[in-house]
């Protein structure tokens, strides 16, 4: 049972609190102390709360992209800050400014219903908007680095606050200075350039199929949109019904001579040019390639809808499904010499 919550303006403490309903692969642990911010001013104050002081806090959003390998024998800290605020314009382009606490999925339809084009691709992605630059968040060929002008952070190290522009932030591919250096900044806003002047993007496999499918041969963004709620919710397991994380691996990026060798003795294998000269390939089809689609351990399994998904079928641990992901990782490395890398956060303590 939860104890000794500690409500102050702005925030709420709380002692040996469940994480089940807060990590969407519904792993059942417990965090020695949970935090809950509701007004970002007050930050300094939770961290100097006495219980926290000498506690170095895990950052958590809406937990779409975490595993708990166990319990969390620090505090956890999780921001429930709203609002958005439209700014002055940059020429043509809208701007606006967004609390981290805010859904991600809730800010893209506004700016769509504003009249404001540009992250229609990015739909349906779960959890909050302060986690949406941690891995930089991508589908349908869109990331959202192409549209983040600044992010504002805590510096739980310095107790400043940050602005990062886009340079600062460093994106890549499901990675940014914040991924590489986790709970370092607290992120609590981010603001985002919209440019009236858009082409949507419809070029990702299967989004044109399914535009042709629903009649439409010159996409609006709100097609777009329909489109990419239409596919996902096809191909992705909801985590409402079915715990789980999205893609639980990356796509690994092996240079060009390595793809060329692997490519040869397997002709289907989709790959994609990187930088540098090297090759992104599809770690579903590898997965899928070794039998591992559908397979299930115990209530830890892979989803027999999408080969990259891990899925808790009801009661499997943290651990279980941690020990399932590596064997899938180690079958993958045997038979193709590719390691995959988990994608989300794996929190282990
Ligand atoms: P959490 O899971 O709570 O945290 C993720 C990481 O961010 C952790 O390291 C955490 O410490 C850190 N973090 C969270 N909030 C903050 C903050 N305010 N400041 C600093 N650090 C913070 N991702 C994609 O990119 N593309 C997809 O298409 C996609 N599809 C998905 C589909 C499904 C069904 C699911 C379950 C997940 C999918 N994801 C996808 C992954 C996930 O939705 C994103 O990574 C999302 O941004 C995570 O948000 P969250 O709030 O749940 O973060
Ligand atoms: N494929 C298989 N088996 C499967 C599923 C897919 O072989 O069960 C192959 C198919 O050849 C397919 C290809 O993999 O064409 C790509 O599949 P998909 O379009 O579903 O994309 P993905 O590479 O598996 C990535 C992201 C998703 C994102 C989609 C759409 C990563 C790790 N994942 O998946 O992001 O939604 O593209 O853009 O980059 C996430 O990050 O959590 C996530 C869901």
Redesign the pocket.
């Known amino acids: 049972m939860p104890s000794n919550a500690t409500v102050a303006d702005g925030f709420t403490l709380t002692e040996n609190a469940s994480l089940r309903d807060r990590n969407t692969l519904r792993v059942d642990a417990r965090a020695r102390w949970l935090g809950e911010v509701h007004d970002a001013a007050t930050i300094p104050a939770l961290l100097d709360h006495a219980t926290l002081r000498d506690v170095a806090p895990l950052l958590l959003g809406e937990g779409s992209?975490v595993l708990f390998v166990g319990d969390y024998r620090g505090a956890v800290l999780t921001l429930k800050t709203r609002g958005v605020e439209v700014l002055p314009n940059a020429g043509d382009d809208a701007r606006i400014r967004v609390a981290a606490g805010e859904r991600w999925d809730d800010f893209v339809r506004w700016t769509l219903a504003q009249g404001s084009p540009g992250l229609e691709?990015l739909i349906l992605?779960p959890g909050s908007v302060g986690a949406a630059p941690m891995?930089n968040?991508?589908?349908?060929?869109v990331e959202v680095r192409q549209f983040v002008e600044s992010v504002e952070a805590f510096d739980l190290a310095t107790r400043q606050t940050t602005t990062f522009t886009n340079a600062e932030c460093e994106f890549g591919?499901?990675d940014s200075i914040f991924k590489r250096n986790p709970d370092r900044w607290l992120i609590t806003a981010i603001s985002v350039r919209l440019p009236r002047a858009h082409t949507p993007r419809v070029d990702?496999?299967?989004l044109q199929e399914e535009l042709a499918r629903m009649g439409i041969d010159k996409p609006a963004p709100f097609h777009v949109a329909e489109a990419v709620v239409a596919?996902?919710t096809r191909?992705?397991p909801d985590p409402a019904v079915l715990g789980n994380?999205?893609?639980?691996?990356?796509?690994p990026v092996i240079p060009g001579a390595q793809a060329a060798a692997l490519r040869h003795e397997h002709p289907?294998l989709?790959c994609w040019s990187a930088a540098d000269g090297n090759t992104k390939l599809?770690?579903?089809?590898l997965?899928?390639?070794c039998g591992c689609?559908g397979l299930r351990e115990g209530d830890a399994g892979i989803?027999n809808?999408?080969?990259?998904?891990l899925v808790n079928h009801g009661h499997a641990t943290g651990a279980q499904l941690w020990a399932f992901a590596q064997r899938v990782r180690d079958t993958v490395h045997a038979r193709f010499g590719v390691l995959l890398e988990p994608?989300?956060r794996i929190i282990d303590g």
């Not at 809808?305 to 998904?309: D, E, F, G, N």
């Open positions: 992209n691709n992605i891995q968040i991508g589908a349908y060929g591919y499901r990702y496999a299967g596919l996902r191909k992705l994380a999205g893609s639980f691996f990356k796509n289907q989709p599809s770690a579903a089809w997965i899928e390639a689609k989803s809808r999408h080969a990259l998904v994608e989300p």
